[in-house]
């Protein structure tokens, strides 16, 4: 079975769902580096979103082959990860692929030298259980003939692979036939030197918050992994939140911004806060989570009246205007990319086997289903007319 899932072939992996799940930024006059690019699904969505240049690479011909076939705006190298040349890309993809590297660390280091400096490398990579900073082996698929065993991090070890980089954790990505562990997105850029300012008046607590905040042991409430265990059932919320928080149809992934506003909005940021308070038990804790402009001051006196001592930390970043990697795509746009693929195969039957006689005559003598198999394997490599 082939890996990629297209309109016209079933493949292993749900490559819609997948490409849900990435979070990507809008690609528009952006250059994109997919590595193990398979049949190109994904540098055909950059392809698709306009993106300036879009390179895949594989180290298997056929998949090289094929994906030159569907997407000849893009271009394609058949090698491995080895050398990746000296050009630099905006946005790199790694997706399934990390563990197959015999240094898993290196390729990381490989890609992030790869990036422009204020690019996004895409890591989707199965995380093994256990609290130890360390690899597992992981039987992918053992037969008598193959014994598929690879190394998969812990999240420990993922966050100490990633510690030289700016990293943020997107979420679980989708299940896939035959997958040992569940996989998840994370995205990661250059880490940039910090500037923390503490610039308000004297005795205002400026010594005692860069003291306490800047411990590596403080406790930190993720917000996005907090919605996962609500709506999972592992962490305690009102039905309230409940009911507002979901994933994207047919996928793990969540829009946690899109979330947040609605609970604002409904008058539900007391719970939510709630339930923060409770994961943090009146520990120092720091909250990265996302809080409309309009709703930021009513989470701090919520915290203060909760016995805290608030510090509002405003990130210079989250208001440039040129930050491309926040901006994602309309959902709309996904639709149409999927109704794009659906039209490259799309085909008059009887048209094409009256302008192809040779293919005609080998349907009527059943060594071809149809037209649209000879047309999606052979014709429109061959350029062969439709009508």
């Known amino acids: 079975m082939a890996y990629h899932d297209f309109p016209w072939q079933k493949g292993s992996s749900d490559s819609f769902a997948k490409l849900l799940s990435l979070s990507l930024p809008a690609l528009q006059g952006k250059s994109v580096l997919d590595v193990g690019c398979n049949e190109g699904y994904f540098c055909g969505w950059a392809a698709f ?3 300036a240049l879009v390179h895949g690479i594989d180290r298997e011909p056929r998949f090289i082959e ?8 893009c271009t394609f190298s058949c090698k491995d990860w080895t050398n990746l040349g000296a050009r630099k890309y905006d946005v790199i993809l790694c997706l399934s692929a ?7 660390e290196a390729l990381i280091r490989l890609l992030m030298n790869t990036l422009e400096p204020d690019g996004l490398l895409v890591l989707e990579i199965g995380v093994a259980e256990g609290d130890a900073e360390e690899f597992t082996p992981i039987a992918r698929s053992v037969t008598a003939e193959n014994d598929d065993t690879r190394l998969f991090p812990t999240f420990a070890k993922v966050r100490a692979m990633l510690a030289p980089y700016a990293h943020k954790y997107m979420g679980q990505s989708v299940m896939q036939r035959g997958d040992p562990l569940p996989r998840h997105v994370i995205h990661v850029q250059r880490k940039r030197p910090l500037a923390v300012l503490f610039m308000d008046g004297h005795y ?8 306490s905040l800047l411990r590596p042991d403080i406790f930190r409430v993720y917000g996005e992994k907090v919605y996962h265990g609500i709506h999972d059932g ?6 309230e939140l409940k ?13 946690p911004p899109a979330i947040t506003t609605q609970i604002c909005k409904d008058g539900l940021l007391p719970q939510l806060a709630g339930v923060f308070f409770e994961l943090a038990g009146q520990r120092d804790f720091v909250l990265e989570h996302y809080i409309p402009p309009g709703y930021r001051l009513k989470m701090a006196e919520l915290c203060d009246g909760a016995g805290y001592f608030v510090v509002d930390v405003a990130l210079f970043t989250a208001h440039k205007k040129d930050a491309w990697v926040m901006k994602r795509p309309a959902y709309a746009q996904y639709e149409a990319y999927r109704k794009y693929l659906e039209r490259l195969c799309d085909i008059d039957e009887q048209a094409y086997l009256a302008t192809n006689p040779d293919v005609a005559r080998a ?4 060594k071809l289903p149809d037209a649209k198999y000879h047309y999606r394997h052979f014709g429109r ?5 439709l009508r």
Do not use: C, N
């Open 49 to 51: 979103q306009k993106a």
């Open 381 to 385: 490599r061959e350029k062969r007319k």
């Open 234 to 239: 592992e962490i305690a919320a009102s039905a």
């Open 204 to 211: 205002s607590g400026k010594s005692t918050v860069s003291g």
């Open 98 to 104: 990390l563990h197959y590297a015999a240094d898993q």
């Open 66 to 73: 094929q994906a030159r076939v569907w997407f000849p705006s």
């Open 363 to 366: 349907v009527a003598e059943g």
């Open 243 to 255: 009911q507002r928080i979901g994933y994207v149809e047919g996928t793990r992934h969540m829009m």
